[in-house]
């Protein structure tokens, strides 16, 4: 299985493109764990100022690269976002005493990582074989979700002299703006199987702005969205409170150390999930011929998701405090949560056409930033009033809100792929009598 998956797929390419999210995601999280140390060195106590405004400039550069990603060619694009965001990243490694130079190098940052998300969306459609979308899809929520971690890692190697942090950084992203001049970026729609027979294909068709309001007319995008919203919220509530919990004596009064190990081993379910359940959506969705199926995937594992997480909260909440009952269950629900990640982005793929992956991958994004501050706001003002136990428990009913949105997409899918379907093949037809 795996020889046959390497043999359709550009394997070197998919690396590349995989190394490119990874350091995106490394760009975000890099000054995290030294932004006391940063703000003391410049004696300017809210720098945690510079990375609001950091996420402010990437959520509206994100919109708009999505829309040049989906216009122009692709490789100038990746080009010149790593050129932006690779250029102060070097500059802040070589003048570190200056908060303007920081504040200003952050930002300019912040422009050139936002185009990765809406690149990655629309290239990798096209890197992967139509059979392989959910497996690909899997790898780019893996390389996603391990990207903040190595950042936060990374940042925390060099608390000591934090601005070597952005030197390594810097000397990564110079491979890959190199690397990049020797892997082949696809022609945009390549691997749609209504091209499958056309020789020296090329895909002229390109977004523009009378065709804009084309894009979000697709039936099903309201629920994927919406799911992304509401599946965020837990998401960053137990990103951000998880580790205290266990800590506290709330939970198990255990250090910061061994709270943080415990979350990680509970939570790696998400790695394995991600590619079980993106290859199972594969093989489902190939044997039916309906992409529809992986809503249903998607909406039983985060139901079941929701289930997991309230048994291990009230085991460890009971009278018999079984530690080792509450990490097989968050894990178990960790796993089949992770079904959402791959069949939510493979059937982005298959409900839009070419030239509205990097806009839509875009709204994807922006959508999930949505609820991770949605996340972020509701978890720290509840707990001000409620313990650990009851805002968890709170959150858990936003995976039944995205559950029931998975659901409410199906009936909608498989008209939006069939339409789809039905625009490429004339397109084909197109094709075949020009030439």
Known sequence: MIADF?????????????????LNGVGVTLPIPNLQIIGKQFDFPLIGIVEAV??????????????????????????LANFIWLIPAGIIFLIPDSLIIYFIGRLVMAIGLAAFSPLSYSIIADFAQYEDRGIISAGLNLAWVGSSAVGIILGAFFTANWYYSFGVLAFMGLILFCWQFFVKIPIRGVKEPAFAEIDNFQYPWRINYRLLPQAF??????WLLAQGIFALIPGTVFTYWLV???????????TIGEASILSIIVASGRAPGYLVFGKLGDILASKSSNSAIRAKIAGLGMASQSLFFFGAFFVLASSSHNIVLFAILFWIGSFVGAAS????????FNISLPEFRGTLGALYSLTDHLGAALGVFVSTFFLQYLNYYSVFNLSLLFYLLASACWFGSIKHISADESEINDILHIRAEEITLKD
């Open 244 to 254: 205290s919990f266990l800590a506290s004596s709330e939970g198990m009064a255990v």
């Open 54 to 79: 950091f996420i402010v400039f990437s959520m509206i550069a994100l919109m708009v690269w999505g829309y040049f990603v989906d216009k122009y060619d692709r490789r100038p694009l990746l080009l």
């Open 341 to 348: 990640g791959p069949n939510r982005t493979s059937l982005l």
């Open 217 to 222: 007319q697709i039936r099903s995008l309201f």
């Open 6 to 22: 390497i043999k359709r797929n550009s394997l070197t390419s998919l690396i590349f493109l995989f190394s490119l999210i990874l």
